[in-house]
């Protein structure tokens, strides 16, 4: 049990990291996730990189 909650603590602070990695030196407030493309946001499941990978890694839109 202690080393599944480690496993989901780090993905989720792992999510939050990538997410102010990509938007504070840009001096934007953090936000959600959006496609690279289309510029719309992304679902949940596509938050944590392993959600994207399960997914098939594309833009749902």
């Keep these: 049990m202690p080393y599944a909650l480690s496993a989901l603590l780090g993905l989720v602070l792992g ?27 992304h679902p949940p499941h596509y938050w944590l990189a392993v959600g994207a990978y399960l997914f098939g890694g594309r833009c749902v839109h």
């Design 15 to 41: 999510a939050l990291l990538n997410v102010l990695a990509d938007d504070l030196p840009e001096r934007r407030a953090p936000r959600l996730p959006v496609c690279g493309n289309c510029g719309r946001t």
